[in-house]
């Protein structure tokens, strides 16, 4: 029934920003932990940001933090990622995820989105 829906990716130069938005559905998005995690070619899903249920905590990857935002709009079930100065290192597929248990930063996943592709270019 939940269904999260990930858009706003895109080209970017380096330096460069995006805002990624995921929309929830199919459930009571407060109840959950929201997190935005990536994937880049050939390397494994990694963990990029957390983000609790009412917003009042938030956890990064080291890679990210100071670059990166991550927050919710409960009132529009929507999770966003604000991406500041971007690097080529940024490249990747980045997913959308929900977790009923956890934390922001330790969550046990119960959906994941389809992801959007963001290309950060040198």
């Known amino acids: 029934q939940v269904q999260l829906v990930e858009s706003g990716g895109g080209l970017v130069q380096a330096g460069g920003s995006l805002r990624l938005s995921c929309a929830f559905s199919?459930?009571?998005?407060?109840?959950?932990?929201m997190g935005w995690f990536r994937q880049a070619p050939g390397k494994e899903r990694e963990f990029v940001a957390g983000?609790?249920?009412?917003?009042?905590?938030?956890y990064y990857a080291d890679s990210v933090k100071g670059r990166f935002t991550i927050s919710r709009d409960n009132a529009k079930n929507t999770v966003y990622l604000q991406m500041n100065s971007l690097k080529p290192e940024d490249t990747a597929v980045y997913y959308c995820a929900a977790s009923r248990r956890g934390t922001a930063q330790t969550m046990d996943i119960d959906y994941w989105g389809q992801g959007t592709q963001v290309t950060v270019s040198s």
């Open positions: 983000v609790s249920r009412y917003g009042a905590s938030t």
């Open positions: 199919g459930g009571t998005f407060s109840l959950y932990v």
